[in-house]
């Protein structure tokens, strides 16, 4: 078929459909590349840079770098994890989480990656931000210390819901997520109903009064590490 | 709901079409017009062109020139980059401060004056330097400061503040500034005489494709620091399929101690106008955007007048030079701000009125760029470089320069040495040759390429700055033996983190830790390892960051480590025994928990 492209990840030969991007075609062969910001509802972003990974030598996000013919891709070597650990460190000192108090705990994918790395501290000093929470809407809250700006509620919020409740707003290390109204969540027309509630890899934004319902140990991320779903494929 | 702000908004949408992509232009006119792009003012605007409020919110936030709060009817920016530190903007700081009685981030009391920093505004040749609402004030003094305020105090117009006038057309009736163009070293290429229409009339006699092989064969490459051959980039977009296809100028020129651009839009705006023109006809595109930045308004009355008499003159329109079928105009965009707007897709960003946010690639902006067409983005001095190839042919310019960068490139030269200002050079001039040029004396280090680019010590004077060797967009730092590296690699690093999107982490995050650990260092707290940290941190940073700034932002570190590596060493304390961090300062680390308790700890 003419459409089929061959190429390898780390030696091992893996087919794609042109078009796919190097995350879905090794998602489809059961090889797992860690990943925070992508989505496979959604359109990719290209922001985490956890998915980093070499092509043909070259540094690329395998969530938005398309495959081609032949092509050469390095997944898990010492240098690349080296630099997805320093990623992940990097998001845990730049907001301020606190695992054993959070809702998410177990269920959190900036938590479950940082074990699959085996990250006991980030090696990098925490940066401590000040940042706002919004408890005003009556269903759903944001606790921006958990905030990973990654940018799934806002494509979500868009492209699923049509609703455009989340932006970002500010640059650099001040970016943060802002709400559809003057200041408060409670203001738009979020829903707890919308998907852009159910997408955040976080304990960022959550909905009300059903945190901690599942117990310990029947949680996503408590027996098998996070990609474990893909890698059985 | 006030009415007029309301009324205003309705005719500022209405003159840009109601058209969202315009809201660069929108935004600014409110910016300009109330102060600020007030909470009221952006649902209005968000109305007005049927978006989402918080879309407004978004784009008003990323800019440096647009803000949220009031400003004063005056605001002033003193440029603080290392070159005005060097020169004294110290003094100039304190003086404004003392007169205004306000800190720099503050408005007066009486909301008529805004007192604010901003990195390089291109007048590194005639720093210390400000930018006083759009009027620029050069070589400024702590005297000149106190002056300055006291005459605003009387009268808040900025204009009036303008002294003896520039030389060329810095002193043209639509400019009015006081800068001057520093030309030191005219070329044959850029700063030569040539008649409007010599280039695009030879262009429109041959075959577009005639026209990409000729700037192929001058072995043409970008003048914006990258380097890419143009005629390739041209090829690409000429190829890809779409109707509609666009020619954007990048005038944004950010990188610090690069000013080159500056003096081109002052004295050969027509020769880049040429040159969008020429393109425009060899990748089949009608419309020419040139983007601006924001620090550059004051020329931009200057270039409309410059398009004007295109116009007039038949060499922008319909049929441009009597070619049937050939129409090609140019319009300008301002930026408002953001260094990350020189980056080609974070350009395209900030023209199609969004943040100013870089794109994924691919697609490239060659296969979808502006307003997802077909798109060619390339730098002033470029367009100025492809118009002379068309005139003289392409041996003509492939003679000039070295190897694998044929033809001349100009450089802005600053810092330590006697005549700072622009030198047209041939490609492959050795950087001693342009310390002796510029007059610089008792070099000991000189950063080719500005903050992005490297810090060179006196063993590589000797190397020639091409693209396969020294490459730079233009910027020429000149620094002598009593400037500390590592106080302007913190200046460089500080720039980065103030101007990064903040889009991906690598970036945000690792330029802000980056920092802290030279801060450390600076301060004494060197720790053994430090230099280890900084160099693995720089590289995930420039492999994993997701466009050319976070690629290039720890080089300021980088480049200093390789070159300098001594003056680090010489800061960093040896460990200190049983494995105690040298660095830790308990008394300091104790000092707030002693005053919650009210007693001291009893740690000596
Ligand atoms: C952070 C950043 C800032 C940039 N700033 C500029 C700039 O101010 N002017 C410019 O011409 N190119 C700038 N560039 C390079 C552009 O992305 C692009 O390569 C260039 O405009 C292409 O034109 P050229 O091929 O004619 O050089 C910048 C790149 C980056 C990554
Ligand atoms: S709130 Fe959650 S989904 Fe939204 S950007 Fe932050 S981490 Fe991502
Ligand atoms: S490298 Fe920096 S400037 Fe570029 S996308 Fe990432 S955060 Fe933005
Ligand atoms: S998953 Fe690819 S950048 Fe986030
Ligand atoms: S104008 Fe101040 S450094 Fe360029």
Redesign the pocket.
């Known amino acids: 078929m003419s459409n089929t492209i061959t190429f390898t990840i780390d030696g091992v030969e893996v087919t794609g459909q042109s078009g796919q991007t190097i995350m879905e075609a090794a998602d489809a062969a059961g090889i797992y590349i860690p990943r925070l910001c992508a989505l496979e509802e959604l359109a990719p972003h290209g922001s985490c840079r956890v998915c980093t990974v070499m092509v043909n030598g070259r540094p690329q996000a395998a969530c938005t770098q398309p495959i081609a013919e032949g092509m050469v891709v390095e997944n898990e070597t010492e240098q690349l994890l080296a630099i997805r650990r320093d990623i992940i460190d990097m998001l845990f000192v730049e907001g301020n989480h606190f695992c054993m108090f959070c809702e998410k705990s177990g269920n959190c994918e900036l938590q479950a990656l940082a074990y699959r790395f085996g990250i006991a501290a980030p090696r990098f000093p925490y940066l401590f931000p000040k940042r706002d929470i919004d408890a005003t809407h009556p269903d759903i809250f944001i606790d921006r210390n958990r905030c990973i700006l990654c940018g799934r509620c806002v494509r979500a919020s868009r492209d699923i819901d049509g609703k455009n409740v989340f932006e970002f707003v500010g640059r650099g290390f001040d970016k943060r997520v802002a709400v559809n109204a003057e200041a408060n969540l409670a203001d738009t027309d979020a829903a707890v109903t919308d998907e852009a509630v159910n997408v955040c890899p976080t304990g960022a934004l959550l909905k009300k009064r059903v945190g901690y319902a599942i117990p310990v140990g029947q949680r996503k991320y408590d027996h098998k590490p996070i990609g474990s779903d893909i890698e059985k494929k | 709901m006030s009415e007029t702000l309301a009324s205003a908004i309705r005719e500022i949408a209405q003159a840009c079409g109601n058209d969202r992509s315009r809201m660069m232009d929108i935004v600014e006119a409110v910016q300009a017009k109330f102060g600020c792009v007030s909470s009221e003012a952006m649902d209005l605007i968000a109305k007005q062109v049927s978006t989402h409020r918080v879309e407004v919110e978004s784009v008003v936030s990323f800019y440096a020139f647009l803000s949220e709060q009031p400003k004063g009817k005056v605001v002033i920016r003193l440029c603080d980059d290392i070159i005005d530190e060097m020169k004294g903007s110290e003094s100039v700081a304190e003086a404004f401060r003392q007169e205004l009685g306000i800190d720099f981030g503050q408005t007066t009391p009486d909301g008529v004056i805004t007192l604010e920093k901003t990195p390089c505004i291109g007048m590194c040749d005639q720093a210390p330097a400000a930018l006083i609402n759009n009027e620029v004030i050069t070589y400024l003094s702590g005297d000149m400061a106190r002056e300055i305020v006291r005459k605003l105090k009387k009268d808040p117009d900025p204009k009036k503040l303008i002294g003896r006038l520039g030389d060329g057309n810095n002193a043209h009736d639509l400019v009015r500034s006081m800068v001057h163009n520093n030309i030191r070293l005219a070329g044959e290429v850029v700063f030569s005489t040539m008649a409007s229409g010599a280039g695009l009339k030879n262009a429109l006699a041959m075959t577009p494709q005639e026209v990409i092989r000729d700037v192929k064969t001058a072995r043409l490459?970008?003048?914006?620091?990258?380097?890419?051959?143009?005629g390739m980039?041209w090829d690409f977009t000429r190829q890809a399929p779409g109707d509609k296809k666009y020619v954007?100028c990048?005038?944004?020129?950010?990188?610090p101690g690069?000013f080159k651009?500056r003096v081109i839009l002052t004295e050969k705006a027509d020769m880049m106008f040429e040159g969008m023109a020429v393109a425009g006809y060899a990748i089949g595109a009608d419309t020419g955007v040139v983007y601006l930045?924001g620090e550059y308004a004051y020329l931009r009355a200057l270039l409309e007048d410059a398009l004007a008499k295109r116009r007039n003159a038949g060499l922008l329109g319909n049929d441009v030079m009597g070619k049937k079928g050939f129409r090609f105009d140019i319009r300008i965009q301002m930026g408002a701000g953001a260094?990350?707007?020189?980056?080609?897709?974070?350009?395209i960003s900030s023209c199609e009125g969004l943040r100013g946010d870089?794109k994924n690639r691919p697609p490239f902006p060659a296969q979808k760029g502006y307003l997802g067409c077909p798109t060619v983005?390339?730098?002033?001095?470029?367009?100025c470089k492809v118009a002379r190839i068309l005139e003289h042919g392409p041996g003509w310019f492939a003679k000039m320069g070295s190897e694998g960068s044929s033809g001349t490139k100009l450089l802005s030269i600053s810092g330590d040495c006697a005549k700072p200002g622009v030198y047209e050079v041939p490609f492959g001039i050795k950087v001693r040759e342009v310390l002796d040029l510029c007059g610089a004396e008792d070099t000991a280090a000189v950063q080719v390429g500005g903050p992005?680019g490297q810090m060179i010590g006196m063993n590589q004077f000797g190397d020639p700055i091409c693209y396969e060797h020294l490459a730079t967009?233009g910027s020429v730092m000149v620094f002598n033996s009593s400037r500390d590296v590592l106080k302007i690699a913190r200046k460089f690093m500080e720039f980065f983190v103030e101007?990064s999107c903040g889009f991906c982490t690598p970036c945000r995050v690792g330029n802000v830790l980056l920092k802290e650990k030279l801060d450390d260092i600076i301060n004494g707290k060197g720790a053994a390892g430090d230099l280890d940290y900084l160099e693995s941190l720089g590289a995930t940073v420039k492999a994993a960051s997701r466009?050319?700034?976070g690629?290039?932002s720890p080089n300021p570190i980088v480049t200093t480590i390789k070159n300098f590596r001594s003056a680090y060493e010489a800061k960093i304390k040896a460990p200190a025994e049983e494995g105690l961090q040298p660095t830790f300062d308990i008394h300091a680390a104790l000092s707030t928990a002693e005053s919650i308790a009210g007693r001291k700890s009893v740690h000596t």
């Open positions: 490459r970008g003048r914006g620091g990258a380097g890419f051959p143009t980039k954007l990048n005038a944004d020129e950010g990188e690069t651009d930045r260094y990350i707007c020189g980056e080609e897709t974070a350009l870089p983005v390339n730098n002033v001095e470029t367009f992005s967009g101007e466009c050319g700034l690629q290039t």
